[in-house]
T-cell receptor
């Protein structure tokens, strides 16, 4: 059974701080790793994907992947109240295989 | 460029009834995947359709069935509804021939199903 684990939170950070979200996965065959943001009552929105070990930066977001440790993280710099949402980590074996999601981490950015 | 659309937005059904949800993929996409997201949980994969065939299936009972039409749109049917079927049903579209890691699946806005 492929599993993706996330701390459910809530994770509370002050405005302007760095939010750090973590995810571990069980399937060593996983090749693609995604972070989705989901506002309450809305569908998931892709923020970033990563498939090579190391860091990938996109604006205020940095995804980090360590395949040896089966660990993925998302850093949000200069957090804003509008970043308050649930962040879902998802993994897949290749481009069109099913996404396996974690339960999500609820982030609250306090103004 | 139209994104993924789903209908209806909300639906209320009674236990034992049947329901059909619809999805139109993003323009140019030919693959549709369906996910169920219960409250407080991450989405769970139901099945995927490509070239009008069910290509992959998750751990869901046969009460869940689907169809894909020649224009790539898709339906999800659920028979004999249970209270536990209450959830947000998400449709995601992608290109069937993609094998590159990182090629994303685009999610629609979802259908909120409530079973009473």
């Amino acid at each position: 059974q492929k599993e993706v684990e996330q701390n459910s939170g809530p994770l509370s950070v002050p405005e302007g701080a760095i939010a750090s979200l973590n995810c571990t996965y069980s399937d060593r065959g996983s090749q693609s790793f995604f972070w989705y943001r989901q506002y309450s009552g809305k569908s998931p929105e892709l923020i970033m994907f990563i498939y090579s070990n190391g860091d990938k930066e996109d604006g205020r977001f940095t995804a980090q992947l360590n395949k040896a440790s089966q660990y993925v993280s998302l850093l949000i710099r200069d957090s804003q109240p509008s970043d308050s949402a649930t962040y879902l980590c998802a993994v897949s074996n290749s481009g069109n295989t099913p996404l396996v999601f974690g339960k999500g981490t609820r982030l609250s950015v306090i103004a | 460029d139209a994104g993924v659309t789903q209908s209806p937005t909300h639906l209320i059904k009674t236990r034992g009834q049947q329901v059909t949800l619809r999805c139109s993929p993003k323009s140019g996409h030919d693959t549709v995947s369906w996910y169920q997201q219960a409250l407080g949980q991450g989405p769970q994969f139901i099945f995927q359709y490509y070239e009008e065939e069910e290509r992959q299936r998750g751990n869901f009972p046969d009460r869940f069935s689907g169809h894909q039409f020649p224009n790539y749109s898709s339906e999800l049917n659920v028979n004999a509804l249970l209270l536990g079927d209450s959830a947000l049903y998400l449709c995601a579209s992608s290109l069937g021939g993609q094998l590159d890691p990182g090629d994303e699946q685009y999610f629609g806005p979802g259908t909120r199903l409530t079973v009473t």
